[in-house]
């Protein structure tokens, strides 16, 4: 079942350190998206990407945060010196290179940062 | 920016029980959708809704999109435990899948 894989589950970091979280989209699927989730709050858009571009970065913060989407190997969420309000669940979602956009995601398990 | 305003937060009913969550907003979408998340897990999207007025069932749940576009509905009939988690509304506002999503309601089932 090759569904949307993020790694690791679990992550824990001191502040100032980094964080790196990848995803690897569903089989024959190339758009990925980034999305956090704060404790007792729903999802937020964070940055969409295709295959070596960033489309849609509207939702990252500006400074620490980046995103990248190789030609080869998973995408790369990544977070410098990280701080305590880093401290989320980060989800990765796919959807299929179709020109229809439906709305329809397929998220994977998520990767949950804790920052001490 | 657009928002959501989800109700109830969270629910706490009997096994057996009908439960009615709602969603709305001062926008108009394209697409509603219904997810529910699991503890510890991503959403999973259970239905969606593509035009305004459309109602659709998937099993127990019933989900409807508002006749303005700015609204819509879940229903569970029956429910058991298995139905316990977090179901979250989210809207499409068109172009690529940029959802805006709602805080989500709680539910727990007890047996």
């Known amino acids: 079942n090759a569904g949307v894989m993020q790694n690791p589950r679990h992550l824990v970091r001191r502040r100032g350190q980094e964080a790196r979280l990848r995803c690897s989209p569903m089989?024959?699927?190339?758009?990925v998206y980034w999305y956090r989730q704060l404790p007792e709050e729903g999802l937020k858009f964070m940055v969409y990407l295709q295959k070596e571009n960033i489309i849609d970065e509207s939702g990252m913060p500006k400074e620490r945060f980046s995103a990248e989407f190789p030609k080869e190997g998973p995408s790369i969420l990544r977070i410098q010196q990280v701080v305590r309000g880093d401290s989320a669940a980060y989800f990765c979602?796919?959807?299929?290179?179709?020109?229809?956009?439906?709305?329809?995601?397929?998220f994977g398990e998520g990767s949950r940062l804790t920052v001490l | 920016g657009q928002q959501l305003n989800q109700s109830p937060q969270s629910m706490f009913i009997q096994e057996g029980e009908d439960v009615s969550m709602n969603c709305t907003s001062s926008?108009?979408?394209?697409?509603w959708l219904w997810y529910k998340q699991d503890p510890g897990e991503g959403p999973v999207l259970l239905i969606a809704?593509?035009?305004?007025?459309e109602l659709t069932s998937n099993g127990r749940l019933t989900a409807q999109f508002g006749i303005t576009r700015k609204d819509s509905f879940l229903n569970i009939s029956a429910s058991i435990p298995s139905d316990v988690g977090i179901y979250f509304c989210?809207?499409?506002?068109?172009?690529?899948?940029?959802?805006?999503f709602g805080a989500g309601t709680r539910l727990a089932v007890h047996p």
């Open positions: 089989k024959g699927h190339s758009h």
């Open positions: 926008s108009i979408f394209n697409t």
């Open positions: 989210a809207g499409h506002p068109g172009g690529y899948n940029k959802l805006i």
């Open positions: 809704l593509y035009k305004a007025g």
């Open positions: 979602a796919s959807s299929p290179p179709t020109g229809e956009n439906t709305g329809e995601l397929f």
